[in-house]
Nanobody, 125 residues
Framework: QLQASGGGLVQAGGSLRLSCAAS????????MGWFRQVPGKEREERGF???????????YYADSVKGRFTISRDNAKSAVYLQMNSLRPEDTAVYYC?????????????????WGKGTQVTVSS
């Protein structure tokens, strides 16, 4: 199971740190990803935000968040994080963490079989 937390309401230019706690499987063996779903979009249209490989040594970001967001993981705590800085109103969405039977760095939702409940991020202008 995956549980995302840390969302909230923040002004443009502010920061938030999302956390995702994993349980029930060998977390450290698999890659993780963060995705977001904006209002009015279907689940299948969740956008890729960031991915990290099993060891944490490799990361990949969507162009829209590159330089502002940082994904990291702590395998000892079975957790993955998303540090979000310089937030913009267009970052407003429900954010989801996901994992699957992949070890390499995710660049999209392929192979992401397990999804947690999302956490709402709202950025006001």
């Amino acid at each position: 199971q995956l549980q995302a937390s840390g969302g909230g309401l923040v002004q443009a230019g502010g920061s938030l740190r999302l956390s995702c706690a994993a349980s029930g499987r060998t977390f450290s063996n698999y890659a993780m990803g963060w995705f977001r779903q904006v209002p009015g979009k279907e689940r299948e249209e969740r956008g890729f935000v960031a991915g990290i490989n099993w060891s944490g040594r490799s990361t990949y970001y969507a162009d829209s968040v590159k330089g502002r967001f940082t994904i990291s993981r702590d395998n000892a705590k079975s957790a993955v994080y998303l540090q979000m800085n310089s937030l913009r109103p267009e970052d407003t969405a429900v954010y989801y963490c996901a994992t699957g039977r992949v070890t390499s760095t995710p660049t999209n939702s392929n192979g992401m079989d397990y999804w947690g409940k999302g956490t709402q991020v709202t950025v006001s202008s």
